[in-house]
């Protein structure tokens, strides 16, 4: 006999609360990191149609926030992949899924829909910002006294150029019909990414609050209201930081300043931008969010009416056990409370902002309440498990599936898009109309 | 000049090319759809052979009949002839030659997992003899008492 | 083969061409292994050419006393470490009230056997039903239904879990990438991640055992003959007999997922 007791871990024994009548391997097995992993999907999706609003259907008035919310969606997208990476008891086995996709699955499609999705965001991006990236090959390469970085932007640009360096008229009238194409695309791609991640849910048959068709729809519509909302909340801070930096000359603070050297941004003309773009943001994020929560009251009215075998444990997990988390939480402070204010007449910047963070948290206790909410009763319907984050921890398991490694999601997008902004300046301003 | 439109396309086509031509040294010759079709049967075939190479432990009464002959006549008839020899003298494995020695289990707790008197009608259990764990002979191993293989004290 | 080409002249070339000849096999048989994955066998006419094997199980709830032999015996079987709170097999017990109230309880997974009256209700603490209350009180064993159209098997995103051509679900641990799909998406919760291994995990039927002539290591650990496996599809097989001729019932068959794992005694009350 081995003794391997050491190395032994229980996967979920550390954070799972069993209650009454359990069973033996059950435990919540799917934790923070599946939580975030349908919030991070649903940011990009939602940053994406974003984006889109401007490129397919003309919105005029997002211009600026379109370009940046392109941009920030990309840098979401590699994020997006990090939950389920560090949710996997076997991470280097994840190419497997690429490799032998059993697409009886729903989780078999993410390789290939989430490459096909990166594949359109990348070459969205290249169009957009293929003159910009012509130009600087240009003005580097005549440049005589380069910095170090503007030494690592050159042979990045060229590469990234993909030698078409034709910007004529005519060149350029091509890249904005393929924009056009690849953001009209990309909406489908976008909410087919969201909507299956839904339906990975909604097609667990085993587990009563899962199952429902609505789910892929209640997923989509809340991703779409989620990443207009991180778009609206990053875009202020982000302005904020720009203009308290362009007012000190601290450089390293824009990247895409320091990318071509020099500040040259105005804070008068940062200011009168964010106050038009988050405002009119807003606008949209409101007709989003009320196709969201009549979808997701639906579905809880329709429990409720029907009253299946299982609603008697939903029932105690809904209106008891997850009470706050459900009725105060989301729908109180995260849906409500945002609703309101943006209904208020005399929107300020600043109101729409706290707004879009409240709707920020509220989709995410959303997520937790589907994913969390539905490992909360046993397949028994007479027990009750509770998900007890981790905060401190104390190895490797309960640092990816506790506080820490919720910490380390969130922050990677920014990283990321630090860097991206050097090379695709998020923020920059042309007088060119697409 | 239209064709730089189509670089980007390139790109992937070429990535995708990459990934295919991975795949196909990566995925094991064997894996792919058997007998249960697609929705069921899509897996790695040798895999099968794999877990019916597993090896076992417990190798049944036959196999200390081999050489425990005169001791298995003798316990077949008696109470607990019932009961497999491997429950309390632990899984075989290799025996004799690893382990040389099993480890008889000879706890109370052994004994307790049927005779620990509980109230189950319509069950099995209520047909067992059973004893109050906390009352009876506390602390004491029933081995002391009782010969395991014919537990009743008349018969002594 | 290689030298005796280069020693004669001109055998270079032959060898080159043959060289070519075996890379442009390799890599047809490596993409026609992409081409097989999408063939779709039926699955019908397979059945139908090697009907003579299906496995199932056969539990008898009456003859259960509780003992936990067979949870004890498939831990060690199976290389579960004992002290590890997740199990292939475990037994349930139910105690049904005069009230008509059902407290159940599995310790464990009842790895010890059920030595005392107390019920742990696990954060609720341990219960005590007064033995005048108890109107009937049984354990039922559980263990992997192998169903026919299981669906742990569909959610699988890499097919690392299958069902053999006899009917028994087994996980390829060398495949598996540890997503859990499979776990939520049993409605018996008999998967669980091994704690070693690191892969999902779950009852084979022993088929280490069973496909040799043997029996489970669960079944011949128990005393009382509650447990049984059995060949379904051959007439003369007690298993097969007993469901064809007793009043036997299955888990959970509103799920759609026809469990093999056949229980005489089943009531209501059981989840």
Redesign the interface.
Known sequence: ?VEQVAQMVVHGEAWTIKDLFVLPNEYVYWSIQIVLYPYMTGLVAGAFVLSSLYHVFNVEKLKEIARYALVFSFALLPVAMMPLMLHLMQPFRG?NV???P???SAISAFGIVFMTYA?IV??EI??VYRKFIVESIYRLTEKQDCTRLERLLLPIYKVIS???M?ISD??LN??HK?IKFLAALGIPVACFLHGYAGFIFGSVKANALWMTPLMPVIFICSAVVSGIALCIVSYYLFMEIRKWAAKRGKNWLLPDALAQGGTAIPVEQLRSIQEHEVKITSKYLLIFMTAALTLEILDMIFRGYTAVKSWDALRMVIYEHDFMKIFVYQYGIGNFLPFLMLLLPGLTTRRAVIASSLVLFGVFMMRWNVVIGGQAFSLTFAGFMEYSMPIIPHDIETFKEGLGGMLSVIVTPFIIFYFLNMIFPAFMTDNESH | ??N??W???F??IVIVIG???F?????P?D??????????????LS??QE????????K?NDYCNECHDDKIEELESAQHG???C??CHG?A?DHPNDPEKLTIDRSR?LC???H?E????????ND?PGID?VEHNKGEECSECHNPHNPSLEDM | MPQSAQSQPGGYVIMKRRDFLKNTAV?V???S??V??L?????KE??AA?PELKWGFLVD?????????CV??CK??SDIPFEANVTRTWVERYVIKRDGDVVMDCPKGAR??????LLDENRSGMVEVP?EE??????VPKLCNHCT??AC??VCPV???????DGVV?V?W??CIGCGYCIMGCPYGVRFFHPVERVADKC?F????I??G??T?CA??C??G?RQIGNLKDPNDPVAQAIMTQRVGILRDEYGTKPNVYYI?LNKEVR
């Open positions: 006999m190419i690429l490799m032998t059993h697409f009886t594949f990348a070459a290249w169009f993909l030698g078409a034709d005519k060149a091509s890249d393929a | 000049m239209k730089h439109v670089r980007p396309l790109v992937v990934i295919l031509v795949r196909a040294f990566y995925v010759s894996f792919g759809v058997q007998e249960r079709g697609y929705t069921f049967g899509y897996h790695r895999n099968e877990w019916k190479d597993y090896p076992a432990k417990h049944g019932i009961i497999p491997e429950n899984a494995f707790g307790l997992r049927c620990a509980l109230i189950m009608p319509s069950s099995g259990r067992i764990p | 890599f048989a490596g993409a292994v992409s097989a994955a063939d779709f066998i039926d699955p397979l059945l090697n709830t009456y003859k259960c006393v509780g003992c936990g032999f004890k015996a060690t079987e010890d056997g059920y030595t005392t009256k033995d108890i109107a009937q009180a049984f354990f159209t299981p098997v569909q097919g690392a879990t299958y069902q053999t051509a087994l390829d060398t495949w084979t022993c088929y280490h055992r496909s040799k043997g029996n290591a011949q650990a005393p009382f509650a005694g």
